[in-house]
Antibody, heavy 121, light 108 residues
């Protein structure tokens, strides 16, 4: 079945970097864009950026420009999200989500299970 | 940046009642709107896309309407499993997306 499986929870110190993986299965990896969305504890959803698994092109939310890097490995059908210069406000659950094209617009039809990243000294 | 404002923040209803959730955009997003349901400890689940189309496997009691700046998610008769947080999402300036702040639907 179609699924996205993410890497496990991480604990990082302020100033460090974290790299979260998202492995896709059950569909053609290069046919669907992938997004990253985060959710701080008790808060709403925040879009971080998009990667095209086919060519590797990316686009990031302005808030994360310069701190986030999204990459992919087509040989393993995996996308990665690396966030650097971590601060306590980056403590959140990070989700990957597949973009699907509906009748006229796109939506996120498949989500990973989420990866908890805790930033603490 | 287009801002989505959801109301109410919290909605308290009983099973069997009708739920009406609102999402208002700061400028027109045409029909580029989706709704998601999120339960505690789970990833969001797509309910509605293109403002009014139900996603695969979503029960008929869920319906979406609206276009432009005003959108509504309606649950015709609440089931116990429907109590969750609901988010609207827009992508009128693809590839950037924004979410509303969410409406918590709780049992009265």
């Amino acid at each position: 079945q179609v699924q996205l499986v993410q890497s496990g929870a991480e604990v990082k110190k302020p100033g460090a970097s974290v790299k979260v993986s998202c492995k896709a299965s059950g569909y053609t990896f290069t046919s669907y864009y992938m997004h990253w969305v985060r959710q701080a504890p008790g808060q709403g959803l925040e879009w971080m950026g998009i990667i095209n698994p086919s060519g590797g092109s990316t686009s990031y939310a302005q808030k994360f420009q310069g701190r986030v890097t999204m990459t992919r490995d087509t040989s393993t059908s995996t996308v990665y999200m690396e966030l650097s210069s971590l601060r306590s406000e980056d403590t959140a659950v990070y989700y990957c989500a597949r973009e699907w094209l509906g009748a006229t617009t796109e939506a996120f039809d498949i989500w990973g299970q989420g990866t908890m990243v805790t930033v603490s000294s | 940046e287009i801002v989505l404002t959801q109301s109410p923040a919290t909605l308290s209803l009983s099973p069997g009642e009708r739920a009406t959730l609102s999402c208002r955009a700061s400028q027109s997003v045409s029909s580029y709107l989706a709704w998601y349901q999120q339960k505690p400890g789970q990833a969001p689940r797509l309910l509605i896309y293109d403002a009014s189309n139900r996603a695969t496997g979503i029960p008929a009691r869920f319906s979406g309407s609206g276009s432009g700046t005003d959108f509504t998610l309606t649950i015709s008769s609440l089931e116990p499993e429907d109590f969750a947080v609901y988010y609207c999402q827009q992508r009128s300036n693809w590839p950037a997306y924004t979410f509303g702040q969410g409406t918590k639907l709780e049992i009265k």
